[in-house]
Nanobody, 114 residues
């Protein structure tokens, strides 16, 4: 059974940084693309970033240059380094894994506020 567990969310001031982690179990993690989505209050879930098994990355325009996705295949973990955070980055962030289907974590709350 594939499981994804996010951590690292919290409250941060505008301009601050956070690093999210997502530990994946029950899958051949290194073979699959993985990524992050987010959902702000009252809005639809939106794509944030993805990284392929080969390390190729893709970002939403709204986070390009501020967020960095990376993965550690030895630890079955994907990361999202978020810098220069803005209030509009406030959302629940979800980790995903594309295997025989799309798997989702339970989400971690990120709040950017002074």
């Amino acid at each position: 059974q594939v499981q994804l567990v996010e951590s690292g969310g919290g409250l941060v001031q505008p301009g601050g940084s956070l690093r999210l982690s997502c530990a994946v179990s029950g899958s051949f993690f290194s073979f699959h693309s993985t990524g992050w989505y987010r959902q702000a209050p009252g809005k639809s879930r939106e794509f944030v970033a993805t990284i392929t098994s080969g390390g190729r990355t893709n970002y939403a325009d709204s986070v390009k240059g501020r967020f960095t996705i990376s993965r550690d295949n030895a630890k079955n973990t994907v990361y999202l380094q978020m810098n220069s955070l803005k209030p509009e980055d406030t959302a629940v962030y979800y980790c995903t894994l594309a295997s025989d289907g799309m798997y989702w974590g339970q989400g971690t709350q990120v709040t950017v506020s002074s």
